[in-house]
């Protein structure tokens, strides 16, 4: 007969080993990210498997002190990604950098600003 004890045991182990593997992909996708949105999205991702490991971790100890620090990662994961997002808004266009003639007009332009002080 299977006790629960073994169950905990081989769930916890198989959650191990699929977090380990996500956290892999996530890592290259941080890396090679084509993207800042990417690399943000990626980071966020992280911090949602460093929780899964957090309370993989706990169940397998039995330590409920570690839900704890969870949650805590997990709101200071969200603020985070909030910081990153505004960071991209004030970036204004991330797909593709000014053409040429954009930044041609955008001197001429705080050109005559300096002008008229």
Do not use: C
């Not at 890396?31 to 957090?54: E, K, Q, S, Y």
């Not at 839900?67 to 969200?78: E, H, M, Q, T």
């Amino acid at each position: 007969m299977i006790t629960p004890a073994a169950i905990v045991a081989v769930a916890s182990a198989a959650a191990l080993v699929i977090l380990g593997l996500a956290l892999l992909l996530t890592v290259w996708r941080v890396v090679a990210g084509p993207t800042l949105p990417d690399r943000i999205l990626a980071l966020d991702m992280l911090t949602g498997i460093a929780i899964g490991f957090i309370a993989v971790i706990a169940v397998k100890t039995g330590f409920s002190l570690y839900i704890d620090i969870a949650i805590s990662l997990g709101l200071v994961g969200f603020l985070a990604t909030v910081a990153f997002a505004r960071f991209v808004l004030s970036r204004g266009n991330i797909h593709s950098p000014p053409s040429a003639s954009a930044a041609k007009g955008g001197a001429k332009t705080r050109r005559a600003g300096r002008e008229g002080r």
